[in-house]
């Protein structure tokens, strides 16, 4: 992960819904009630309405569950980075909100002018939103004062056809007939060659493509949504009345624009624009999309609460309660529902679980970091409590080839979330993915890898990437190097310490019996292996157990191994020497130091002087006060892989002097990992990818760094 790791701030002010019915823009719906102002109380009254209808608070689309929860302090979750109060959906019991206080709420709270947003009248502000066809499913970006008005337009075609033409669609049957098979599969809870965190629940291009196919092909698109939430197969949307079918079928939907409205800092503009319109913006675009192409869902919606807008009016003439008016919209609208749910949710960096329609599901959302690679300094966000390590960070124009095995033998799961309360919840949601999930966390331990886990229970390793990625997607799961108690782990310098006391109860209810949190952090201040905190082999499962329970936390973190290839001075008195000569191998071997040669200090070899060089010596004695050039230094090879030149020419004397020194096995160990010293590559994954043990990976570089050739550093 880059170094400019910035905290979620999604900024997100309101989201409009602008559409242009028989040539005529319109804002028919807008969330919250009153963009950019307080809306507190008006959507805890909105949600304590919802319950109520519920029965539950399990069933509420706009309820907080665990696996949203992010890494800020949500003790103060009112306060949002826009500097404006954000919704609070987790509400006090709807039987403690009585009619007084809901009187109270719409009294202080409830009256806005319905004409105007954000200081301007809605239908001037329209048809600014209304861009010409040109920019048909293109980014729009728009700036007003400090607001930044983000979108994707989507015109009909030829004016007012949404679906595609029958040439056009059987153009496209061959390619779809391709997708059927793993579409059928990743159904089922299996994937060809998914990846971790892949972004398969929200697959609106999925939607978008279901559009020009049959229905039997629309029944298997997999729902991923459902694997948390059941969701009842019930029938699309219906009209309430004769009436409103016939004035909608007399109506022209020409073109719908959701804009999703932004107040970014300055610094964090394009960032912050960027992942909106990604994440959301795009995605819920192609979702309606979809949705209108194949029932004219966004025409009948768009109908449906434009006939509210004179209720609009008349509420704010009559002093009428805004709340009382959106909770009639929620009601009627499922357009209107999904637009609220989505705001609820990305503007506090949840998941949002958006129903279009009664049998269609999706999700959103704006990833959040789950680690950082380097420390924050005294001037930039600071993120406590965040995992700080490398091993999530690949090198950029990585030479290392890595294959999916060796890969899924350097990565494993670790749990956000105690694995019961884990359990409870896939068990509740009754989705085919259920049994799968809880058989594969079942055998699951943070201390096997992810070939390991596949090799032992006889699950395959590709679903469990899939169940690996389903679980990491809902933030209930982080991927982590297997822990070993051989690896060294310290405190992380990123620890959020304010949080000490609340966690060091927690702490002693989880591991009763063992050391204290403070005490176990004393102990790791030292870098030393962990299996020098572990008194005897009956308390290893528990220290395990305890080193992933601190790592979830972001206590610890483990400290890595890098190495870099050091050219001592003998090698290079030898190649200079060697220099006017053919690079061969007999020249050089003349030059560099045998085995029965004395070690130097510092790990470098002496060059014991032959008896012709001594007398030739004495014979050409530098005369007093003559200059004498120094002796050369150690040099650092920092990407042996692309060395050349001078560089090859020392890698070439080390290979021989390991070839003399250590033998033909250690030589050939120096020519595979010279691609692991550039101080990108944890030694620590040497074993992994080239297949050895862990003890003969340690006696290798132990003896290279005796000779002076190998140059190690610790980081995290």
Request: hydrophobic content about 35%; some cysteine; proline content about 8%.
């Amino acid at each position: 992960m880059s170094s400019n790791v910035l905290p979620p701030n999604p900024c997100l002010v309101a989201i409009l819904l602008v559409v242009k019915i028989n040539a005529e823009p319109r804002i028919v719906f807008h969330y919250p009630p009153r963009p950019g102002k307080d809306n507190t109380h008006i959507t805890r009254y909105l949600a304590a309405q919802e319950k109520e209808k519920d029965g539950s608070s399990s069933t509420d689309d706009d309820s907080s569950t665990s696996h949203d929860e992010i890494a800020v302090d949500n003790d103060n979750p009112k306060e949002s980075k826009t500097g404006v109060n954000t919704p609070e959906l987790d509400v006090e019991d709807p039987a403690s909100v009585s009619p007084e206080k809901n009187a109270m709420w719409d009294s202080q709270y409830g009256k806005t002018k319905w004409s105007d947003l954000f200081g301007l009248p809605s239908a001037g502000l329209a048809r600014l939103l209304c861009p010409p066809p040109s920019s048909d499913k293109q980014k729009f970006e728009m700036s007003i004062d400090d607001k930044v008005f983000v979108g994707r337009p989507v015109f009909a075609r030829d004016g007012d056809s949404w679906q595609k033409k029958k040439t056009e669609r059987k153009a496209k049957a061959k390619s779809a007939a391709i997708d059927d098979k793993p579409t059928e599969a990743r159904a089922r809870g299996t994937a060809s060659e998914p990846t971790l965190g892949q972004d398969e629940h929200a697959s609106t291009d999925a939607l978008e493509h279901e559009s020009d196919h049959s229905e039997a092909r629309k029944s298997r698109q997999p729902n991923l949504t459902a694997a948390h939430r059941g969701h009842s197969n019930k029938t699309g949307i219906e009209m309430n009345t004769q009436a409103e079918q016939s004035k909608v079928s007399k109506e022209v939907l020409n073109m719908f624009h959701v804009v999703f409205v932004l107040n970014p800092p300055p610094l964090e503009y394009q960032l912050r624009v960027k992942e909106m319109y990604d994440h959301v913006v795009r995605k819920f675009s192609k979702a309606l999309k979809w949705a209108q192409a194949r029932s004219n869902y966004v025409l009948r919606e768009a109908s449906l609460l434009y006939t509210e807008a004179p209720l609009m009016k008349r509420a704010h003439a009559e002093d009428q309660s805004l709340a009382s008016l959106y909770h009639r919209y929620r009601s009627r609208s499922l357009l209107a529902k999904a637009i609220s749910t989505l705001y609820n949710s990305i503007s506090t960096s949840r998941i949002a679980h958006v129903n279009l329609t009664q049998s269609s599901s999706l999700s959103f959302q704006i990833p959040i970091p789950t680690s950082i690679s380097v420390l924050p300094g005294p001037l930039s966000h600071q993120m406590p409590g965040l995992w700080l390590t490398t091993a999530t960070s690949l090198p950029a124009n990585d030479e290392v080839e890595t294959t999916n095995s060796q890969l899924a033998s350097q990565f494993t799961l670790l749990l956000l979330s105690d694995l019961p309360v884990i359990l409870s919840e896939i068990n509740d949601a009754s989705s085919p993915l259920s049994a799968p999930l809880t058989h594969y966390l079942q055998v699951s331990k943070p201390t096997k890898s992810f070939l390991q886990i596949s090799q032992s229970s006889g699950i395959p390793l590709r679903d469990i990437q899939f169940l690996a990625s389903h679980l990491i997607y809902w933030r209930k799961a982080r991927a982590i190097p297997p822990l070993h108690q051989r690896d060294t782990y310290i405190v992380s310098p990123n620890a959020d310490m304010s949080r000490l006391v609340s966690a060091t109860s927690k702490f002693a209810k989880t591991f009763p019996a063992l050391p204290s949190l403070p005490k176990l952090l004393n102990l790791l201040s030292t870098p030393r292996a962990y299996s020098a905190l572990i008194p005897s082999k009956d308390h290893k499962e528990a220290f395990m157990n305890i080193l992933a329970w601190l790592l979830r936390d972001g206590w610890v973190t483990q400290l890595r191994t890098f190495a870099w290839v050091r050219v001592p001075p003998y090698i290079i008195k030898a190649v200079e020497g060697d220099a006017g000569k053919s690079l061969e191998s007999s020249s050089i071997e003349l030059a560099l130091p045998g085995r029965d040669t004395e070690k130097a200090p510092h790990g470098t070899l002496a060059v014991p002087p032959s008896p012709a060089s001594s007398a030739a010596s004495a014979h050409t004695a530098v005369p007093h006060g003559a200059s004498q050039q120094p002796p050369p230094s150690a040099s650092l090879i920092q990407n042996p892989r692309q060395a050349a030149g001078v560089s090859s020419r020392y890698l070439s004397a080390i290979s021989i002097h390991v070839l003399r020194r250590q033998g033909v096995e250690a030589q050939k160990a120096w020519n595979k990992c010279l691609k692991y010293f550039d101080g990108r590559h944890a030694v620590e994954t040497i074993a992994v990818q080239e297949g050895w043990k862990r003890k003969k990976v340690a006696e290798f570089l132990a003896g290279w760094e005796g000779e002076g050739v190998l140059l190690k550093g610790r980081c995290w």
